[in-house]
């Protein structure tokens, strides 16, 4: 059985009344809403919230610490040229990346290669843009460290740690040096040694060829140390009739330099006898 009730009267003016008390509530916080929005203040530039700093806006990274006289000295521009297997092939805007700076003569020597290329070669301290992870983008690491301190040593623990491409000009004793990782790097060793311009006589867009001996250095006997990934463009028949043309010698580990080009300090050197000692000794 289904008992219908029945409201009353009095029971239907309670509960309007109750949907007005709502409805004044409802409206009372409605004004209260406008008048707030009302009084809000207008966003100007004053009272706008800051942006976040750009990138662009970062500390300037600190100059390069000063380097020992003997460190400032430039590539010349023949010593590109035997990486002139590699290079030819890169595509025409390729970002080179010399981390050390001396007098930016190697921006000049890399276009003379690929002229639309582009060279970052910035006086800034490259060991403080690793730690900070400021490192610019590139394509291609070329450089010639300074050869005191730990620099070389840095220098290939960076190049080393890196997937792109890198060729280093480093004395021919870095390879029986602990630091050496000879099975990630071959070697292009020159005939000749590679003669070094002193940076207080290099001139902005200058081939500083031709000048006074005393301009002029070659402590040591230098090889470019290359990544793996660089050594497939000599060995191919255009880069050995290259390198037979250019007096070099590729090296692909240790036991491939020839014995005349081994450092003093290498075991594995043989001396010569004493009658070509004797000659050497005249001829100098």
């Given amino acids: 059985m289904v008992i219908i009730t029945q409201q009353t009267p009095h029971s239907k003016t309670k509960l309007s009344q109750k949907q007005k008390k709502l409805a004044k509530r409802r409206r009372a916080k409605e004004r209260d809403a406008l008048a707030k929005a009302s009084n809000a203040p207008v966003p100007t530039k004053k009272n706008a919230p800051p942006n976040p700093q750009p990138a662009s806006s970062l500390p300037p990274l600190p100059p390069a610490p000063p380097s020992s006289s003997?460190?400032?000295?430039?590539?010349?521009?023949?010593a590109y040229a035997y990486l002139s297997p590699f290079l030819l092939t890169l595509p025409p805007k390729t970002v080179f990346y010399d981390p050390y700076f001396c007098s930016g003569l190697v921006t000049h020597n890399l276009k003379k290669l690929l002229p639309k290329s582009t060279t970052i070669n910035s006086n800034v301290d490259f060991y403080a843009a690793i730690e900070q992870n400021r490192i610019p983008t590139f394509d291609v690491l070329i450089t010639n460290p300074p050869y005191s301190g730990t620099h070389i040593s840095r220098c290939l623990s960076f190049c080393l740690s890196e997937p792109k491409p890198f060729a280093c000009l480093l004395p021919s004793y870095v390879y029986n040096k602990d630091y050496h990782q000879n099975d990630q790097m071959f070697m292009i060793i020159p005939k000749r040694r590679v003669r070094y311009v002193k940076s207080h006589v290099v001139e902005a867009k200058s081939d500083v060829t031709g000048r006074d001996d005393r301009d002029w250095t070659a402590p040591f006997h230098s090889f470019w140390f290359c990544s793996n990934s660089i050594l497939p463009h000599y060995l191919t028949s255009?880069?050995?009739?290259?390198?037979?043309?250019?007096?070099?010698?590729?090296?692909?580990?240790?036991?491939?330099?020839?014995?005349?080009?081994?450092?003093?300090?290498?075991?594995?050197?043989?001396?010569?006898?004493?009658?070509?000692?004797?000659?050497?000794?005249?001829?100098?």
């Fill in 70 to 78: 003997l460190d400032s000295c430039e590539t010349p521009y023949y």
């Fill in 238 to 284: 255009e880069g050995q009739n290259f390198c037979k043309e250019q007096d070099l010698i590729i090296a692909r580990n240790i036991t491939e330099i020839p014995n005349e080009f081994r450092d003093v300090t290498d075991l594995q050197k043989k001396r010569k006898n004493p009658k070509q000692r004797k000659r050497d000794r005249k001829s100098k």
